[in-house]
């Protein structure tokens, strides 16, 4: 599939998205759980506790964006480079955060240090990979990323048992920033000499045509943008919740890292599946497996329960997430293909917004369960737009 060169090109932009993932396990797990203990959130607070995804989601959107947009225009290192370095300042936010608007500053910096460093480094991949094996890089990136989420969550849980919580969530995320700084500096090689830029016409309105033109990459965008808000609710209300019924920090970094890990390590599997069944049928399967098991993780509050449901809520994800993304890169041609992945990922990091919004808005007005039921209608409305699009547009 991929010379010798290649492979090792590969490998060391897989460490690098593990990297990113580490990082953002550290806001995946810890900060949510304690944000009303340490950050002063006041309690069942949902749209406030939600400002902080909601500002990940718009910047992670944006920044996915242009990253696709300066990777076609300029070296793939240089945009890794500089996602890395806007991170630089966030452990001293960490630190010395007194109250929330401090985490969403700091968010605000992850936002576009994951918007930046994840894309490039999935386009990245695509680059040194064969056309009929993109499904396959796409989930190893997406595994190295969330096997680093899973990893980032339990790490950073156990360090704030040997160290006072903001000492443990400062070297944490300074250690990590600076490895993968100095790594990508010394080790990384640009790809862009790798694609294949074939002088096709650009459309004319990229962003209009990609969102909307389009009508397969309209479903696969709108499909990547309500996907998530299965994980925004992952991400905001498992640790709330549990940590509000008496589980301990320690028991909800192995509940969202099984989801995190099982996603993660899925990926390598569903990604190459998708190159030979075809990405829409995995893609359907995902998403109907989420939408059922997220309502059912609330009829016990027994760890391994939750367990079992965090497992097949990143089965799920795991077979939908690659084959969308996998769908996206089907769809555009070589010469614009990282500015429209970029567009596909501004579409589907905002979800996170949207997601948080509304979810703050339906559980402030009922309850945190409501939230969860809220997450998988939205799923089966979206489900339903793409298996209509497929059917008239074709595959």
């Not at 090792?8 to 990082?23: A, D, E, H, T």
């Not at 944000?35 to 506790?49: A, C, G, T």
Request: charge should be positive; proline fraction near 2%; include cysteine.
């Amino acid at each position: 599939m991929i010379t010798e060169k290649k492979y090792s090109l590969l490998v060391n932009l897989l460490l690098q998205v593990m990297f990113v993932g580490i990082l953002l396990g550290l806001f995946r797990t810890a900060i949510p759980a304690l944000s009303e203990s340490i950050f002063n959130v006041p309690k069942d607070s949902f749209i406030f506790l939600s400002t902080f995804i909601i500002a990940f989601g718009l910047v992670k959107g944006i920044a996915n964006y242009y990253a696709g947009t300066m990777a076609d225009k300029h070296d793939r290192k240089y945009v890794l480079m500089l996602g890395w370095a806007i991170a630089i300042p966030v452990p001293l936010i960490i630190y010395f955060a007194h109250n929330w608007y401090y985490i969403i500053l700091a968010t605000f910096l992850i936002g576009i240090n994951q918007g930046l460093t994840w894309s490039v480094t999935q386009i990245s991949s695509v680059d040194i990979t064969k056309s009929e094996r993109r499904g396959f890089a796409v989930g190893l990136n997406e595994f190295s990323g969330y096997f680093g989420v899973a990893i980032g969550g339990i790490l950073v849980s156990y360090m704030t048992s040997l160290f006072s919580v903001k000492v443990a969530l400062f070297l944490f995320s300074a250690i990590f920033i600076l490895i993968a700084l100095l790594y990508c500096f010394f080790l990384i090689e640009d790809t862009k000499k790798y694609a294949n830029n074939f002088k096709t016409e650009n459309p004319e309105n990229m962003f209009y045509y990609v969102s909307w033109k389009n009508k397969k990459l309209f479903a696969y965008s709108q499909a990547g943008h309500i996907e998530k808000f299965v994980d925004t609710c992952i991400w905001i209300f498992f640790p709330v919740y549990l940590f509000n019924n008496g589980v301990t920090l320690i028991d909800i970094s192995l509940i969202v890292g099984t989801y995190a890990f099982t996603w993660g390590v899925l990926q390598i599997f569903s990604g190459l599946y998708s190159d030979f069944v075809g990405r829409n049928l995995l893609i359907i399967s995902g998403m109907l497996i989420c939408a059922i098991f997220l309502p059912v993780c609330l009829l016990s509050l027994d760890v391994s329960w939750w367990l079992i449901c965090s497992f097949f809520l990143g089965l799920g994800m795991a077979l939908l997430y690659p084959s969308i993304s996998s769908a996206v890169n089907d769809n555009c041609e070589d010469a614009w293909r990282a500015s429209g992945i970029g567009i596909y990922r501004f579409w589907r990091d905002t979800g996170y917004a949207t997601g948080a919004l509304g979810l703050g808005i339906v559980t402030s007005l009922l309850n945190i369960e409501a939230g969860f039921v809220f997450v998988s209608i939205s799923i089966l409305l979206s489900t339903s737009i793409l298996i209509l699009t497929i059917k008239k547009y074709g595959r």
